[in-house]
């Protein structure tokens, strides 16, 4: 199938396939829509949120949602959509810092055991089976609790229980490229190992790597909104999501705001990323059938 | 075949050592603050030396490490130095309220997840598909104390059906003890008030529990389904007049299901992991709670207790699952 | 087509065997049950050499072991035992940078091309890689790079606008013309082709047999090509090793082996090569039997399940690669009776 291209019309086939993919997975489009709407949100907060998070107003405290305060006031007065607005910024900071840097330790440890083998395979897979074992969600309490709860802890809690994820899956990935034709050229051309695995053996990973990383920014927020909830993540001033469902509990039932909107904002923001990850996921698919 | 159970069997203590390295590592990296909190702001130094040599916090690292496994192959955990209790007997006591939560969130999982994938698949691109994949994607993106407190709500708070927490009202005296899990236990000494009761209490627990697992089984099925049913056996089946109930249950769920079940592991350590949050925030007096309880009063002992007896358990019902589906698969062969 | 001024040959003395394998071994261990260990031996005992300039064919059917014994013998596997001597010089002791050096002079081109292929990067790129790996052994400027590598797109065959697609953009012929530029960027003197074109369509076949042929005359090239076409061997061979089992079976020159085949293996695979008019020549010597592993093989000749001549001998002593005369070999007990 030879197409007579020149570079402009190599780019032009590859927008032209994107559209058909989107066009025909409309559930992945809303999640990529949800989370740029969002992504804007956060960089946008000052312009958009229509008071200043922190500001305490004791006078308007527990207000419920009326055409001043959309979303309602909490316990201090502080206006609860620009609180749930600013909350943007921190979930996406702490799922972009988490995402980041497990997915990195993640892919060069299993990229360097998958390609490797032996003895250093085995010990990576027996210690992500550890990790694995080990309930997640506890040991990131655990590792939360143990440094004083912060948001900086928090991202290194979540850090550490999502990398052994990462590094199982990409590791698949490098076993079945390290057998691959153009690897084995590539020795015979006389490349070295570290070339074969960077240059050549992970950027053909990308595509598994790119789902699990949007799949794991919804879980990391999640993640993230249960810990501060117990109070072992971001702390008070600070408007994340799961914190301000935790200071809207003990106001059950009556003022149903407080904890109804920060839920919303996760439910939302999550649904988002997972939605988009398996669009990613079902165009991968698309282009090996 | 045999020498890959023995190999799987033989890899347990050897993936436990290093989980029981790893809590030990993490817990001990900051030195003792419970101490602090257990002795209260006011404590002397020599008090807080004092404690410190009674827990053998005060020997090297290694000391303390190779103390620790020797104490945990003896059954000992430590001490809830809160509490001032062991925390294996701590464990015993709240870990069959958490066996049960788990087992009906499993049970809930597969009976409603199941039958919605297969209709969501039987019925394709009908209003039942996008509703159960509608639910497939809510559910997972659910905060799951978000939802417990949507469903107490609704339930507890706005209908009044469902108790707000606990396990057992106080007013209903507790079945006999045969094995910790009252609603068994109900059931085989027939104690109907208690069950009724218990089932009323651990109904919205198990459910959020399950959520997020009912849909990705629903999803899993759903997909599986969809595949078989594409398979030429079956298009021989339905040439044959076969019923389209013999078609999707007896022929192609069969198949079907195999994806599901290799999920089941995942699924498993998802719930024992969640159950933490749920127990806390439905106050089930689970090993969750109890463990997470501790945990905020920085009394470490029971959740590394708590999370090396969950890994322990995970990895056996693991190996379980997986000699299953060997058995299962006739096409796996050794 | 004049030779291009960039390609220089090597240095060495002109009647070197480029390539001496002695009992050369692969072997792979394969693990089942709770303590059986079964062995492949891909490659067995083999032995042979490959004068400057010339082209040995490697034959045999599927799984007979040839391409194992063509990436072991410039140790893309790591042989379990023999020895290799690539112009003088002992290429299982080889290590690091001297190593990297002594691939420059030894390149491979494989069966299916779209897979050689890195798919993320431009076929561009993908030549010029082994000149950015030995950037600093060869010396050359930038340009100098781009210059050799216009060159050689140019005698291969390769468009200029056709450099910069991607392998999945090309056909089937300039993907593999791709991967025939990539051997030569660093003017190699020997290439092993692993059925270079098994898998290209018909039409295309011809031309690129031709392509390599004109470029082994050219360039002064030597060739271990392994095919299993018996057409192909004679279109471009000088001499033939049939391997059957991971051993070499019979070796000489290609007209000689392939018209007066003195194996019985040999005379029953050029038996069963259809002419034109699609008559079997010889029943009487056809196969029979199923296509054999090479996992535990027992005592005795490797071909004695299929032989139609087996004796007692056959299945107590393995035959060796024995001399008939000056340069043919063959490795069978009853080779001078039949």
């Keep these: ?77 502080r206006d609860l959509l620009s609180r749930v607005i600013y909350g943007t910024r921190i979930s996406f900071l702490v799922g972009i ?73 990409i590791r698949a990935e490098v076993l079945r490229l390290r057998n691959a034709d153009f690897v084995l050229v590539q020795k015979a051309l006389g490349a070295g190992s570290m070339r074969m695995i960077f240059l050549h053996i992970i950027p053909n990973c990308m595509g598994p790597i790119l789902v699990q990383a949007s799949l794991q920014l919804g879980l990391t927020i999640l993640a993230s909104a249960g810990l501060s909830f117990l109070g072992l993540g971001v702390q008070p001033p600070l408007p994340d999501w799961g914190l301000m469902v935790a200071e809207g509990r003990t106001y059950l039932p009556g003022r149903w705001w407080l904890v109804t909107f920060p839920g919303l904002a996760i439910f939302l923001l999550v649904t988002g990323f997972l939605l988009a990850g398996d669009g990613i996921r079902d165009l991968l698919e698309r282009e090996v059938s | 075949m045999l020498r890959y159970v023995l190999l799987r069997v033989a890899s347990i203590p050897l993936v436990m050592f290093l989980v029981v390295a790893i809590m030990f590592s993490l817990t001990h990296i900051v030195p003792g603050g419970a101490i602090q909190v257990a002795l209260g702001p006011h404590a ?52 069959p309220a958490s066996v049960e939560l788990v087992v009906l969130a499993t049970v809930l999982i597969v009976v409603i997840g199941v039958p919605l994938g297969v209709m969501a698949a039987t019925h394709k691109n009908g209003f039942l598909d996008y509703l159960c994949r509608g639910i497939a994607i809510g559910g997972v993106s659910l905060p799951s104390f978000w939802l417990a407190l949507m469903l107490l709500l609704a339930f507890s708070f706005g209908l009044h059906l469902l108790p707000t927490g606990g396990r057992i009202d106080p007013s209903v005296s507790p079945p006999a003890h045969i094995t910790g899990m009252y609603l068994f236990d109900s059931l085989f000494t027939g104690n109907w008030a208690a069950f009724l009761d218990s089932m009323r209490h651990i109904i919205l627990p198990a459910f959020t529990l399950a959520i997020t697992n009912i849909s990705t089984t629903a999803r899993l099925t759903r997909d599986g389904m969809l595949k078989v049913l594409k398979e030429d056996f079956i298009a021989l089946a339905w040439a044959y007049g076969l019923s389209p109930r013999k078609v999707y249950y007896k022929y192609a769920l069969k198949n079907a299901i195999l994806p599901s079940i290799t999920n089941l592991g995942m699924t498993l350590a998802y719930l024992l992991g969640g159950d933490f949050i749920v127990e806390t925030v439905f106050s089930f007096p689970g090993l969750g709670f109890y463990a997470t309880m501790a945990l905020l009063q920085v009394d470490y002992a029971p959740i590394v207790g708590a999370a090396i007896i969950i890994s322990f358990m995970y990895l056996c019902t693991n190996l379980v699952v997986d000699l299953l589906y060997i058995l299962v698969d006739p096409r796996i062969k050794f | 087509m004049t030779p291009p001024l960039l390609f220089m040959p090597q240095n060495g003395a002109a009647d070197d065997p480029v390539l001496r394998v002695r009992t050369l071994c692969k072997h792979f261990v394969l693990r089942s049950g709770l303590l059986a260990r079964r062995t492949l031996k891909a490659v067995d005992d083999v032995s042979f050499d490959i004068s400057r300039g010339e082209v040995l064919v490697l034959m045999g059917e599927s799984g007979c072991g040839k391409t194992t014994c063509g990436l072991t013998a410039i140790r893309l596997f790591e042989p379990t035992s023999g020895e290799v001597i690539f112009r003088g010089r002992r290429l299982l002791s080889l290590q690091g940078n001297e190593l990297r050096r002594t691939r420059q002079e030894m390149q ?231």
């Excluded at chain 1, 027996?126 to 997640?136: N, S």
């Design chain 1, 1 to 77: 199938m030879m197409q007579p291209t020149s570079v402009r019309r190599r780019r032009g086939e590859r927008t032209r396939y994107a559209v058909y993919a989107v066009r025909h997975s409309p559930l992945s489009l809303i999640g990529f829509l949800i989370v740029l709407t969002l992504a804007f949100v956060a960089i946008l907060a000052p312009w958009i949120a229509p008071y200043d998070p922190y500001k305490l107003s004791i006078g308007d405290r527990l207000q419920p949602p009326s055409w001043q305060h959309l979303a309602g006031t909490d316990i201090v007065g």
């Design chain 1, 97 to 169: 810092a988490v995402v980041t840097v497990s997915i990195s330790v993640g892919v060069v440890l299993a990229a360097m055991a998958g390609f490797y083998g032996g003895a250093l395979d085995m010990v990576l897979m027996r210690i992500t089976d550890a990790f694995l074992a080990i309930p997640g969600f506890a040991l990131a309490m655990v590792a939360a609790a143990v440094f004083k709860p912060s948001l900086f802890n928090m991202i290194w809690a979540i850090t550490l229980v999502s990398w052994p994820w990462n590094a199982r899956i």
């Design chain 2, 44 to 95: 002397t130094i020599e008090r807080i030396e004092a404690m410190k040599a009674k827990y053998g916090l005060d020997k090297p690292l290694p000391v303390q490490f190779f103390t620790y496994v020797r104490n945990i192959l003896r059954g000992d955990f430590g001490d809830s130095i809160v509490r001032q209790k062991p925390v294996i007997s701590e464990i015993g006591t709240f870990l």
């Design chain 3, 108 to 338: 491979i081109v494989l069966q299916n091309p779209l897979p050689s292929l890195d798919p993320r990067v431009t076929v561009r790129r993908a030549i010029a890689e082994p000149l950015i790996i030995h950037r600093r052994f060869l010396g050359l400027s930038r340009s100098g790079e781009e210059a050799r590598l216009a060159e050689l797109a140019k005698i291969v065959g390769l468009r200029e606008e056709e450099l910069d697609r991607y392998p999945r953009n090309l056909s089937g012929g300039q993907q593999q013309r791709a991967c025939i530029c990539r051997a030569l960027v660093l003017q190699p003197s020997f290439l092993v082709m692993d059925e270079p074109t098994s898998a290209l369509d018909v039409s295309v076949q011809a031309r690129v047999l031709n392509l390599l042929l004109d470029l082994q005359k050219e360039l002064s090239l030597t060739y271990l090509f392994i095919t299993h076409g018996a057409a192909v061997a004679r279109y471009i061979g000088e001499r033939v090793a049939i391997m059957y089992l991971g051993k070499i079976v019979e070796m000489g020159s290609i007209d000689e082996v392939l018209d007066g085949p003195l194996h019985p293996y040999t005379r029953a695979l050029m038996n069963s090569v259809l002419d034109p008019h699609g008559t079997v020549k010889d029943k009487a010597v056809l196969l029979e039997g199923a296509p054999e592993s090479a996992v535990d093989l027992p005592p005795g000749c490797c071909f004695q399940k299929r032989c139609k001549q087996v004796s007692d001998e056959c299945l107590a002593r393995a035959p060796e690669l024995a001399k008939v005369y000056e340069g043919r070999f063959v490795r069978c007990h009853k080779a001078d009776t039949l």
